[in-house]
């Protein structure tokens, strides 16, 4: 069962700057989608960034693109989102998602994945005026 704990969220100022990481537990997969989410309150969760855990492929929502970066220290299996010119409207909860990478399978979600179907807890951002 994999596992996906995130940390780093927390309240700054718009323009401000946050590190959230991931924690990947239980991975056995050979090549994996892992990347970010998140949601609002009555908001349907959004796909914010995810890369393969093989080669340089990286995705990016046009929202995020340029003040947003992902990567992977493959050896800790720890995933990282650094996000940079905050502004309120990066407010929500974000979440750590993973998805194995499968030869003939179909990735029907968002990015490289085909659920999302392992999931983390969350951790809230909260950016202010």
């Known amino acids: 069962q994999v596992e996906l704990v995130e940390s780093g969220g927390g309240s700054v100022q718009a323009g401000g700057s946050l590190r959230l990481s991931c924690e990947a537990s239980?991975?056995?997969?050979?090549?994996?989608?892992i990347g970010w989410f998140r949601q609002g309150p009555e908001q349907a969760r959004e796909g914010v960034a995810a890369?393969?855990?093989?080669?340089?492929?990286?995705y990016y929502a046009d929202s995020v693109k340029g003040r947003f970066t992902i990567s992977l220290d493959k050896a800790k299996r720890r995933l990282y989102l650094q996000m940079n010119s905050l502004n309120v409207d990066d407010t929500d909860m974000y979440y750590c998602a993973a998805d194995p990478i499968l030869p003939g399978v179909r990735r029907t979600g968002p990015f490289c994945f085909f659920g999302p179907n392992s999931w983390g807890q969350g951790t809230q951002v909260t950016v202010s005026e």
């Open positions: 890369m393969e855990s093989l080669g340089d492929l990286k």
């Open positions: 239980h991975i056995e997969w050979s090549s994996y989608c």
